[in-house]
Every structure is written in structure tokens, then in C-alpha cells.
């Protein structure tokens, strides 16, 4: 055993000074225990050791998803990721064929046009009807078989738009809501599926005034349920809705004098679309109420407009997009409201909702129904979400 002589002293550096970090209260180790202190002693090694089976799976399952989306041959990519003591992907799982992995995960992935990487026909053409599908029960389907109107003022979904009233304030409109299948009689694909379709919505639709503390202006409820058919290109709608308006509590007190309106209105819907071929829509409806006793409420509306769009799924690049919608209403001597929407939208792939981000101009009645006579120019920016 070598010692050390005697006028050579061993000298070991000063370790460092770890108070400052003790006080903040920052210890790496410190946190590594905290995970760990709950597991039994015996077990750390199994749990560690299933830590890092883990670790490694996700970082395979993501080299094999970006090889079969970009084309790849995947057990090469796959291999290129494993670490050099691995020589082969025979280590890691059984061998498989490049062509089964890619049938493997092509249930998972989408189509390569979905994601840009060609310009491949659409998978779904859908002004030919449905004839080879078979139409089955379905509950709780994917997707909808009459979409709600992009430019719709009143239409159930998720948005919110900051709008500058000509010659006033801004004002901060949001739509928290959705729509969403119970049950079909059609074809089970998601994107332009055919059948009957059974829906519910609901929608709470609120105005806040940013310039007044946020305070809210008024609010509308809207619940329905809608009943929908589709083949080919053309779409029906028949639904039932309910819809009342509430202002604010602080605009109340604020404004002791405003004459409030009880506004309420259950009506009938019937409704008609159609689509000449993947990128446009027209569409036409007539509402009948049949309760209409409070707040200036008259039976009859008409709506109609049209959208340019594409109807298939968009990728990550999306797609500009255009809506125009006329809303009609007796209870404002057959006067209403003109919205107009463009900007760019994102369609999905699994689901077919769709993301928007873009332009509005509203030039028309007030869309509060508690403020129905009031005439209104409106326009700035906004997202929207629909299902």
C-alpha cells in the first residue's frame, strides 16, 4: 500500500460553498427525493428501471411516427436513434418488415396530403353520395351531418373578438358553447358523413365593455336541438331552439333607468344547404316561434349566406376562408343584421372541427336581444372554434 511521504501533505480542494442555494431552498437532489421518498427501498431499483424503459419507448415511438409521416424507411430511422451499444433493432422489438411498421402506424398518423407532403386528391368526395358505405346505429357519432353557420351571430361555439363600435366604445364579445352528436343513422366516417343525425347545443353569448371595467353589457342563452340529413351535397336542418336575453347586474346599476326587456323566444327551425363543390356553401332557413310572449319577440325570421372554405382537412397551413350571413327578423320590422368573416382557418383531421382567426364586420340590429333596437357598426378581429 503507497503512502504519501511525509512533507507531502494531501491536499483536497475546499468543496463549495452550497449555503446560498441551501437558503433559496433549490436542491436538484432535494426534488429527486421528494419523487422518490413515497416508494418503498426494495422497489427504487424496479421503478428506476422502469423509468428508463419508458424514457426510451417515447423517444422510439417519436422517431417512428416522424419516419412514417415523412416516408421513411422506419426500422432504418429507428435504428439510426437507438444508442451505440445497441448495434441492432432486434435488441429493442421483434423484427418487422419497413412495410408492416408503416401498416402498423398508419391507423394513428394522417394521409401525407393532410400534412403537406404532397398534393394528393382529397380522401372524401363529397358531393357523390355515400352509395358504397354502409349506415349503421351509432351513439355519441364523430362529427356533424349540417355544420353551424361560420357568420352566424347566434350559432353555439367557442370565440371571443374584440369589435370597435363605429363612432363609440370597444366592445368584448365571446361565445362559450357547442354542438355535439347524440346519435346517427348513416355512415360512421367523420369528414362530410351522410345519414340522420340527432344533435344538442347550447351557447351562452356575453358582451363586456373593456372601457367600463369589464362590466357585463348583457348576456343571451341559446339551447336547442337540432335534427339533420344529409346525402351528397345537400344538407337539411330541422331544430328547435330556445334563446333569452339577460343584461348585466353592473350595467343595471350603472344605468337605473334603462327600460329592461324580458326578451324570450322558443322557435322552430327548417333550414336547407347545399354545397357545389369542396369549397363553397350556401344555405337558407325560416324560424317559426312558437312562444314569443315577452320582450318584443315576433314569430318569424329568415336566415341565409354562403361560405368559401375548403371542406377537407387543412394540415398545420390551413386555409383562407370567407362568410357572409343576413339574419331577418319580424320583431324588427323585417329589418336585422349583415356579418361578414374572413381571415384563415384550420380544419382537423380526426374530428373535422375547424379553428378560424380573422376579420369581422357586423352592420345591423344590436345582436344583444336585450338591446334589439339598437343599431349597431361593429368590426375588428377575432377567433372562433367550431365543432
Given at each position: 500500500?503507497?503512502r504519501?511521504?511525509?512533507?507531502?501533505?494531501v491536499?483536497?480542494?475546499?468543496?463549495?460553498?452550497?449555503?446560498?442555494?441551501?437558503?433559496?431552498?433549490?436542491?436538484?437532489?432535494?426534488?429527486?427525493?421528494?419523487?422518490?421518498?413515497?416508494?418503498p427501498?426494495?422497489?427504487?431499483?424496479?421503478?428506476?428501471r422502469?423509468?428508463?424503459?419508458?424514457?426510451?419507448?417515447?423517444?422510439?415511438?417519436?422517431?417512428?411516427?416522424?419516419?412514417?409521416?415523412?416516408?421513411?424507411?422506419?426500422p432504418?430511422?429507428?435504428?439510426?436513434?437507438?444508442?451505440?451499444?445497441?448495434?441492432?433493432?432486434?435488441?429493442?422489438?421483434?423484427?418487422?418488415?419497413?412495410?408492416?411498421?408503416?401498416?402498423?402506424?398508419?391507423?394513428?398518423?394522417?394521409?401525407?396530403?393532410?400534412?403537406?407532403?404532397?398534393?394528393?386528391?382529397?380522401?372524401?368526395?363529397?358531393?357523390?353520395?355515400?352509395?358504397?358505405?354502409?349506415?349503421?346505429?351509432?351513439?355519441?357519432?364523430?362529427?356533424?351531418?349540417?355544420?353551424?353557420?361560420?357568420?352566424?351571430?347566434?350559432?353555439?361555439?367557442?370565440?371571443?373578438?374584440?369589435?370597435?363600435?363605429?363612432?363609440?366604445?370597444?366592445?368584448?364579445?365571446?361565445?362559450?358553447?357547442?354542438?355535439?352528436?347524440?346519435?346517427?343513422?348513416?355512415?360512421?366516417?367523420?369528414?362530410?358523413?351522410?345519414?340522420?343525425?340527432?344533435?344538442?347545443?347550447?351557447?351562452?353569448?356575453?358582451?363586456?365593455?373593456?372601457?367600463?371595467?369589464?362590466?357585463?353589457?348583457?348576456?343571451?342563452?341559446?339551447?336547442?336541438?337540432?335534427?339533420?340529413?344529409?346525402?351528397?351535397?345537400?344538407?337539411?336542418?330541422?331544430?328547435?331552439?330556445?334563446?333569452?336575453?339577460h343584461?348585466?347586474?353592473?350595467?343595471?346599476?350603472?344605468?337605473?333607468?334603462?327600460?329592461?326587456?324580458?326578451?324570450?323566444?322558443?322557435?322552430?327551425?327548417?333550414?336547407?344547404?347545399?354545397?357545389?363543390?369542396?369549397?363553397?356553401?350556401?344555405?337558407?332557413?325560416?324560424?317559426?316561434?312558437?312562444?314569443?310572449?315577452?320582450?318584443?319577440?315576433?314569430?318569424?325570421?329568415?336566415?341565409t349566406?354562403?361560405?368559401?372554405?375548403?371542406?377537407?382537412?387543412t394540415?398545420?397551413?390551413?386555409?383562407?376562408?370567407?362568410?357572409?350571413?343576413?339574419?331577418?327578423?319580424?320583431?324588427?320590422?323585417?329589418?336585422?343584421?349583415?356579418n361578414?368573416?374572413?381571415?384563415?382557418?384550420?380544419?382537423?383531421?380526426?374530428?373535422?372541427?375547424?379553428?378560424?382567426?380573422?376579420?369581422?364586420?357586423?352592420n345591423?340590429?344590436?345582436?344583444?336581444?336585450?338591446?334589439?333596437?339598437?343599431?349597431?357598426?361593429?368590426?375588428?378581429?377575432?377567433?372562433?372554434?367550431?365543432?
Amino acid at each position: 500500500m503507497t503512502r504519501n511521504p511525509p512533507d507531502l501533505p494531501v491536499t483536497r480542494p475546499e468543496p463549495p460553498d452550497l449555503a446560498p442555494f441551501r437558503a433559496s431552498g433549490y436542491s436538484s437532489a432535494g426534488r429527486f427525493r421528494t419523487r422518490t421518498s413515497t416508494i418503498p427501498r426494495r422497489w427504487r431499483g424496479c421503478y428506476f428501471r422502469i423509468d428508463r424503459i419508458l424514457r426510451q419507448s417515447i423517444a422510439m415511438a417519436g422517431v417512428l411516427w416522424i419516419a412514417v409521416w415523412g416516408g421513411l424507411d422506419a426500422p432504418a430511422a429507428l435504428a439510426q436513434a437507438l444508442p451505440p451499444a445497441l448495434d441492432s433493432i432486434d435488441s429493442v422489438i421483434p423484427p418487422l418488415a419497413a412495410e408492416d411498421l408503416k401498416n402498423l402506424v398508419s391507423d394513428f398518423a394522417p394521409p401525407p396530403d393532410v400534412m403537406g407532403f404532397s398534393t394528393a386528391s382529397p380522401a372524401v368526395v363529397f358531393h357523390e353520395p355515400a352509395v358504397d358505405e354502409p349506415w349503421r346505429w351509432q351513439l355519441l357519432p364523430d362529427g356533424l351531418l349540417y355544420k353551424s353557420y361560420a357568420a352566424g351571430e347566434r350559432e353555439p361555439r367557442l370565440s371571443t373578438a374584440f369589435l370597435q363600435e363605429s363612432g363609440g366604445d370597444i366592445l368584448w364579445d365571446s361565445a362559450l358553447g357547442g354542438r355535439m352528436g347524440i346519435v346517427r343513422y348513416g355512415t360512421d366516417r367523420t369528414i362530410q358523413p351522410e345519414g340522420w343525425q340527432l344533435d344538442v347545443e347550447g351557447a351562452a353569448f356575453v358582451r363586456l365593455l373593456p372601457q367600463d371595467e369589464r362590466d357585463v353589457n348583457a348576456v343571451d342563452f341559446r339551447a336547442g336541438v337540432p335534427l339533420t340529413y344529409r346525402a351528397g351535397p345537400w344538407q337539411y336542418k330541422f331544430a328547435y331552439y330556445h334563446i333569452s336575453s339577460h343584461l348585466g347586474d353592473e350595467f343595471l346599476l350603472k344605468n337605473p333607468d334603462f327600460v329592461r326587456l324580458n326578451y324570450s323566444r322558443d322557435a322552430l327551425v327548417a333550414g336547407v344547404g347545399y354545397l357545389p363543390n369542396d369549397h363553397w356553401r350556401l344555405y337558407f332557413e325560416v324560424g317559426w316561434a312558437v312562444i314569443y310572449t315577452s320582450g318584443g319577440a315576433e314569430p318569424w325570421e329568415i336566415q341565409t349566406g354562403l361560405e368559401y372554405g375548403t371542406q377537407q382537412p387543412t394540415g398545420i397551413q390551413g386555409a383562407p376562408y370567407f362568410a357572409l350571413n343576413i339574419h331577418l327578423r319580424e320583431e324588427v320590422n323585417w329589418g336585422g343584421s349583415l356579418n361578414l368573416l374572413a381571415g384563415w382557418q384550420w380544419r382537423g383531421y380526426r374530428a373535422d372541427h375547424t379553428f378560424r382567426a380573422g376579420f369581422q364586420y357586423y352592420n345591423g340590429k344590436n345582436a344583444q336581444y336585450s338591446l334589439l333596437q339598437d343599431n349597431q357598426v361593429l368590426y375588428g378581429l377575432g377567433i372562433r372554434y367550431d365543432y
